[in-house]
């Protein structure tokens, strides 16, 4: 990764790679703005937006509560300082993975909006163009032996780079063929050596087993899990 750029302008402020683009502004990280040009699609829950910049696609996507907090405060989070705040974590540990060559988004910019002891903030990273998520595909039809292999060797990649991802589900991994990515790192980080490994595995077998139960023909059994677990220990 390139060396980033800090702008901050009273209670706002932005990290961005130079090199993806000259300069990014604030109106970047306002769907409107992408809206009114025309070049914007909405993905998800209604956080995510596909955009396109000079033939280039990215996703923007506004940080956004989940559970019972959500209820109260959808998308505000206590300010302990610029570089502890989620856009900036996530855009700083994604410059790292690249680094290492691990198969994720690129980090474009981070965007935070301070609102006295709180704030919000996006981010917008590189999206990975002509991939599907997991979860989309198993309610169509099954995954080949390779792929779940693939899988197993992907993630064992992270573990071994003490990478931990906090929420290790299915729509967090998305493949191309037998290529496989993984997206959404908001709250991973690195982590020493432990049994977090296997903690992160057992998140995305529920994962799993939750859609399974969820949708009749979701194409996932046992037999896939342990493909996926064999790869994963053959590392």
Known sequence: MNHPVVEQHQ???ILYDPLWSGKISADWFQPQYWQANAVATVEGRGSSYFVTHEGREAVLRHYRRGGLAARLVSDQYLWTGLEQT???REWRLLAIMIAKGLPVPRPI???VQRQGIYYHGDILVERIIDTIPVSRILQDHGLTTEQWQAIGRCIKRFHQQGIYHADLNAHNILLRETEVFLIDFDKGGQRPAGRW???NLKRLL??????????PCFAFNDENWQTLVDAY???
């Open 11 to 13: 209670q706002s402020a």
């Open 86 to 88: 989620r856009p900036w």
């Open 233 to 235: 220990a053959d590392i």
């Open 197 to 199: 490994p296997q903690a």
């Open 206 to 215: 529920r994962s799993l087993t939750k859609l399974a139960n969820q949708y």
């Open 109 to 111: 910019a981070a965007h």
